[in-house]
């Protein structure tokens, strides 16, 4: 006899496993299915395993450099096997509780492959080999998306490896290429740089991190070479061979092709959405060329009782942004009123960090805006000498005609936590007086967003404003 549910869920990541606690909490009868484990690639081979380890090898590259600070321990080791273990153990603690919080919102969980059959009926393989039929009034796809490769490089986990691999290698290589100067090519390329591993950095583009503003990045590639990355830009990598032991990747570039020989190769080029193999065509479920499903803004796809988020509907490929859609469907399907979607925040855990909320200035331009930018240093804080990190700035983009804040963000330490304020005043619409006037406490990273406001009001009190950096209102 088939399981009959309300609400299907497919794909227990930071979209499905949060959209099936909403729905339990709506109300509604909840079958959560995720052919691997519950937290989704994001638990347990992405944001959280890799913040891990790039926290870990942090301590360990800070404690080298502390020396100034009165910090003086000659050894500065590393136990990698101890830090996987670590890594592994606190993955797991949460995966538990992922199941706790499904089960304690009265959904039920199981571990399978789900393929659709109708609009109403799926069938599940489950991980004991045994199937088991569905019956559901409403489905949220949410399978994610894949790392996808590029011609020659197929991912082996071996030679050539993926981000999961990445952040499961037992030791870490003496030299590593990676392809591809996008997020999570760099987030990983850097903490293994930290660690010792000669990394080099093939990069298709003119620049790191392509798709962020330049000033924002500039202090990342500064601190990359500092830590003896090579960044190869405006280059392919074209071949691959085995030489003995090691590895070598031929690379296309401007001056002719280059040897780099390296121990692994790891793939960063992109994602694509997961919606093969689940039927969606045989039911109607629209798909974009890229084989995203298609949705409205209340997360329905071109089929009435069937959702879909995260990943699988397109970018941003953040797990925040399919969480939120997760809730949206969750409700669209219990017939409540729907959150606002907000602004999608975004944070990169490179060294230093960066991140942004709302309209960059050339967004905020093209959309018709007259704006007002205003940017304070991190070398003018007092918490950044202390904690010797000034590199870096917070930067503000304001409309100039009401001066309410359109977008804003940070480069520098601790730029994924500080962007929280930034978000608020955002989605909410505040103006830089507003800001400005908050009482930040001191001595916090936290006063240089207020001191970004100040300068584009053009009266900062911890920096004197020369003529070209003075704003365009008086
Ligand atoms: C290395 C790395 C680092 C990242 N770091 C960050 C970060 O710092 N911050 C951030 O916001 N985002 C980060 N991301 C992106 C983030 O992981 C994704 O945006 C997020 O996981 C997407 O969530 P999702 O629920 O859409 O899908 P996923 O998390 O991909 O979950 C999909 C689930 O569906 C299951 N599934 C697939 N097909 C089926 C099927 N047929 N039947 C049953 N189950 C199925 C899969 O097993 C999987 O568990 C990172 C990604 C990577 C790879």
Redesign the pocket.
């Known amino acids: 006899m088939a399981i009959k549910t309300d609400v299907l869920i ?7 496993y949060v959209a099936a606690i909403k729905a339990g909490q709506l109300g509604k009868k909840v079958l959560l ?5 519950l937290g ?3 638990l347990n ?3 959280i395993p ?2 891990a380890l790039i926290a870990a090898a942090g301590h360990a590259h800070k404690s080298k450099k502390a020396k100034e600070a009165g910090f003086d321990d000659p050894k500065h080791q590393l136990d990698w096997t101890k830090v996987i273990a670590w890594k592994d153990q606190m993955v797991g603690g949460f995966v538990k509780n992922i199941g706790v919080l499904v089960k304690g919102n009265k959904g039920e969980h199981l571990q ?4 659709f059959t109708s609009a109403n009926t799926a069938t599940i393989k489950l991980a004991s080999g045994s199937s088991e039929e569905v019956e559901f009034r409403h489905a949220i796809i ?4 894949e790392i996808v490769s590029i011609p020659g490089f197929t991912i082996n986990g071996a030679e050539i490896i993926g ?1 999961k691999e990445a ?1 499961d290698l037992k030791t870490p290589p003496e030299a590593l290429v990676v392809v591809g100067g996008g997020v ?1 090519g760099l ?1 990983i390329g850097t903490f293994f740089a930290k660690l010792g591993t000669k990394v080099t950095v093939v990069e298709f583009t003119d620049s790191l991190l392509p798709v962020i503003e330049k000033d924002l990045v500039a202090p990342v590639t500064r601190n990359l070479a500092k830590l003896g990355v090579s960044v190869m830009l405006q280059s392919k990598a074209k071949s691959w061979t085995k030489k003995g032991k090691r590895l070598e990747v031929v690379v296309e570039t401007s001056e002719g092709d280059k040897k780099i020989h390296c121990d692994k190769i790891l793939m960063s080029v992109g994602r694509a959405p ?1 919606s093969k ?2 039927g969606l065509e045989k039911i109607g479920v629209e798909l974009d060329k890229r084989g995203h499903v298609v949705v409205d803004t209340e997360m329905l796809s071109s089929v009435g009782n069937i959702y879909a ?4 509907v397109g970018q941003p ?4 942004k ?1 969480s939120r859609e997760g809730i949206l469907a969750a409700q669209s399907i219990a017939g409540e009123p729907l959150e606002a979607r907000g602004q999608v925040p975004w ?1 990169v ?1 490179t060294d230093p960090e960066i991140s942004w909320v709302g309209m960059t200035d050339g967004e905020a331009k093209a959309a018709g805006f007259t704006t007002v930018v205003g940017k304070f240093p991190f070398a003018a804080s007092g918490r950044a000498m202390a904690v010797r990190e000034t590199d870096g700035f917070c930067k503000v983009v304001a409309d100039k005609a009401t001066h309410r804040i359109l977008g804003a963000g940070f480069v520098g330490a601790n730029a994924s936590d500080l962007i929280g304020e930034a978000c608020l005043a955002v989605s909410v619409g505040v103006t830089l007086e507003q800001v400005a006037q908050t009482i930040h406490p001191h001595p916090t990273l936290t006063e240089t967003f207020a001191e970004a406001c100040e300068v584009a009001l053009g009266h900062p009190v911890h920096m004197l404003l020369v003529k070209r950096e003075a704003p365009v209102f008086s």
């Open positions: 497919v794909g227990g990541g930071p979209g499905g299915v995720d052919r691997d484990k989704g690639e994001c081979y992405g944001c890799s913040k399978g492959s789900v393929v949410a399978t994610g998306s981000s952040l999570i987030e997961r193999g689940l988020i995260g990943d699988l490929y953040l797990a925040h399919a944070a855990f």
